[in-house]
């Protein structure tokens, strides 16, 4: 974990330009700039942001400045796996929105106000009434927070005819854990073994990727029984063709699974450790998925290159991929990174995928552990889900890559009956820390001093 931490830190270790003027609140924005940037470290992965173009001024108009910063940010970050992210990147990304937050609010009240011209008392009010103004609208239309909120249970139970009725209930659900556990541990305990040993036949390596992909979909399906899964496709599944991705909301890692049992999927996700690493290097491995390490940049500009060679070829299966990068609770969808609608010619296979919250909540929140959740969907009665598989859809002539993957968001978001969001998902992940504050603070006081100096 030192390791990713440090990569991070290097990560995030890019020169910002800052442009600096003869005016002087201007040039204390640009000194203020390169304070935080020697002492947090912060800045964009991809280079200067700030110079980046945006083709898609007709889907920005309605974003806040907030939301455009992350957006700037990491958008060209490419998307998750169902397997999340880790915590060196995080902390990348943590640094990343932090300093560009700050710059861009610097630049702005940089604009606001003529300091030749603005009283010291007019000053201070515009700057009072735009903060409130801001942290009102936050609470009053947080939609964001929406994105990710875990649903809390309506308390029906509590009267003498229901509760009896309720506890049974408890108990039988206990009782099913057991069985679906055990289910769970017997299945496992003989799928490990036989999916290593057919890696020892003398075949060729094709065709034991074919038997090890069977033995996958089958244990799949398995865990679909431990969750007494319910599971109704709509639409038509898109015969293969070159240049074909599929793409998916996300909600939980039942997504991967869900789909993984109809048909294989291989998938594009960050490189893990621990007991998913042996997940992904020895048993999704036949899948010829395509991982890499998000905090090193040759292997993310390696990586769309490998990309594209990957989807050219209909002999393999098909890419998955989740381009929200995040899991969301079922009710809305966020931003869809552009990775995967930048590969060029490239069709998009859109599915849709809506949880019925009466029998099981699936959302996958990140403060619960794998387990935990495992645990939980086990106690749970079953799982209810409708899988829509959407007619493919290809970039129009004078389309922006952005326009694209907005455009597919929202058909998505309208067969499932989810709310369609511009939020950036990787904001989930962004606590503002002390050191984040304080510069703030520094901020507003360098030109209240400022004010002083020229009144």
Known sequence: MDNEENSASNLADTVIDTDSSNHPMKLSIATQEASISDNSGANSPDGDVSNRTDSSSSLDSTRSSTEQIVRNATYH????????INKGYRMAVTKCIEHEILKKETQREAAAFDLSLASPLATVAALALGTGFNAAQAMVTDDFNSCFMTRTPQQWNWNLYLMPLWLCGMVIRMFLWVIRLSVFLFSAAIFVPSFMAVGLFPLKVAAKHVIQRKMIQMEARVINLTWFAVIKYHGVIPRRRPNQIFVCNHTTLIDFVLLESLMPFATVGQKQGGW???????????MEPLWFDRLVAKQRALLTTQLKERVSDDTKIPILVFPEGVCTNNTSTVQFKRGAFDVPDVEICPIAIKYNNLFCDAYWHVGETFWSYCCR????????????????????????VEEFASRVQRLISDKAGLKFTTHNGYMKYFRPNQRFVEARQATLSRVLAELSDLN
Request: proline content about 9%.
């Open 77 to 84: 970050m490419l998307p998750s796996s169902p397997l999340g």
């Open 377 to 400: 969907i086990w106690y749970c009665w079953c799982v209810v889900v409708e899988i829509s598989f959407l007619p493919p859809q290809t970039r129009q002539e004078g389309e922006a």
């Open 276 to 286: 998913i690493g042996f997940i992904q290097n020895r048993i999704l491995a036949c």
